[in-house]
């Protein structure tokens, strides 16, 4: 259980346990997530109030993503 704040967004499928990566911008512009192991497709109705915070966490971690490149 100490792996939970993994910075990767991710789940498990629950119907074959397949760990599914996906992008927060997938999720914004889909409102779903196909897990490639089984291909189970899993509806994601995001509320509008929570698919803003999404894009601004989304900004944020590009900006991080941009200060570490500068940075190397
Ligand atoms: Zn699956």
Do not use: W, Y
């Not at 259980?1 to 789940?11: I, T």
């Not at 911008?25 to 889909?30: E, G, H, I, S, V």
């Amino acid at each position: 259980m100490k792996n939970q704040n993994n910075q990767k967004s991710g789940m498990n499928c629950p119907r074959c346990s397949f760990k599914i990566k996906f992008q927060i911008q997938d999720l914004l512009a889909k409102n779903s997530i196909n897990c490639p192991g089984c291909l189970l497709k899993m509806d994601m109705n995001v509320p509008n109030e929570i698919k803003s915070h999404l894009q601004e966490i989304q900004m944020a971690q590009d900006m991080v993503t941009k200060a570490r490149n500068v940075n190397m």
